[in-house]
């Protein structure tokens, strides 16, 4: 057992990840969710970001410098999240992070890698706040997703061009950043364009009964119910609605991108529709080549947080090269002068806040599984 405890503490440390020879070590970390209620999330973007650094490894590294890792499970909580990012950069000394998954958890470690000059991308964490603080740069901040108005904005379009409905319902968790802000958006857009927003309603972290939520949706008429949450309370929600025999067209955003969805929902998300940030359909040469890579090595198609999770560990090896150099202050300009990375999730240049210009994708749930159905430029 002893061996076994041993091995797997190498590998968080990222220790003897290529037998290759280099003269230089680059030590970053990676703060991702393993325990907790997205725990899935965490475990997509870790075998994620491990394939980038492997492959850059096995390159000769960026720079010339092998990339070393530390990999920290924030268990998708604020507080948690926090004591990563510090451990990280007070303990680990690591030149530049990957990380956090959600917004919640992003943001705290936001504000401590920007006291401490480090720069860290997120593949994922979408709330405005990650990257901008009142009305302030976080500069030592980016992403390689888009940000929570984009798809908030994409998905009232959809529910009111595509789907023609004209009431709508809102659901979301008002302890959340990420379900709370896309909620809004939603909300005032929908409204912007002509359709009424009949419910708006809130719950919280850890509720799990939402009959009396369902009771008002359905009394008010609405004919679409917007749900901006995770996987795991979006499929409680859905089946309960079922159970009350709520006719109504379920729509959402990223947040719905996991396996799990279908087994914890049953058929009752089936027809449902959300926005992400890439489709396995995709018949680009790279989006083909990663999925090939990723099922060879665990089996299953890659979700859009492990393919964001991706591009953000490519981006920051991109701007490691570019820097030359292990210096995070070197690191920071070099990420924020990167334009049109060629990742899988597309082409991106980021912009003045750190955020990716990039295209949103319109998938529908049919069968348990997931089916490409528009893309939407911004």
Not at 180 to 194: N, S
Not at 219 to 235: C, E, I, R, T, W
Not at 341 to 361: C, E, I, M
Request: hydrophobic share 40%; net charge positive.
């Amino acid at each position: 057992m002893r061996r076994v405890f041993l091995a797997i503490a190498l590998v968080i440390l990222g220790i003897g990840v290529s037998a290759t020879s280099f003269a230089k070590e680059i030590r970053i970390g990676l703060i991702t969710p393993l325990s907790g209620d997205v725990k899935t999330y965490g475990e997509s973007v870790r075998n994620s970001f491990l394939i980038a650094v492997e492959e850059a490894n096995a390159r000769g590294g960026p720079a010339g410098m092998k990339i070393a890792y530390v990999i920290q499970d924030d268990k998708n909580d604020a507080t948690e999240a926090a004591n990563a990012a510090n451990l990280l950069v007070n303990r680990h000394r690591v030149r530049a992070i990957v990380g956090s998954v959600t917004s919640k958890a992003t943001i705290p470690v936001s504000d401590i890698i920007q006291a401490a000059k480090i720069p860290a991308i997120t593949g994922t964490a979408t709330s405005p706040k990650v990257t901008v603080a009142d009305g302030k740069r976080k500069d030592y901040m980016f992403r390689s997703c888009f940000i929570d108005p984009f798809q908030g904005n994409v998905m009232a379009r959809f529910s009111r061009e595509t789907l023609k409905k004209k009431s709508a319902a809102v659901l979301y968790d008002a302890s959340n950043d990420y379900s709370k802000g896309i909620a809004e958006v939603f909300r005032d857009r929908f409204r912007e364009m002509g359709g009424s927003v009949a419910a708006f309603e809130s719950y919280g972290k850890d509720d799990v009964d939402f009959s009396a939520l369902l009771t008002k949706v359905k009394a008010s008429g609405a004919d679409v119910l917007f749900l901006p949450d995770y996987y795991n309370k979006v499929g409680l929600i859905a089946k309960q609605a079922r159970e009350r025999k709520l006719a109504v067209q379920l729509v959402g955003p990223d947040g719905w991108d996991s396996p799990d969805l279908a087994k914890i929902a049953g058929a009752a998300i089936e027809g449902g529709y959300f926005s992400n940030h890439y489709s396995p359909d995709d018949r680009r040469p790279e989006v083909a080549a990663w999925v090939k890579k990723y099922k060879a090595r665990h089996g299953q198609v890659p979700d859009a947080l492990g393919t964001l999770a991706y591009d953000a560990t490519n981006l920051l090896i991109e701007a490691i090269r570019k820097a030359g150099s292990d210096d995070p202050g070197k690191i920071r300009d070099a990420l924020a002068s990167i334009r049109n990375f060629n990742g899988v999730t597309g082409k991106a240049t980021l912009d003045r806040n750190g955020d990716p210009v990039k295209s949103a994708v319109i998938l529908k749930m049919e069968g348990g599984k997931q089916k490409f159905v528009a893309m939407v430029n911004p």
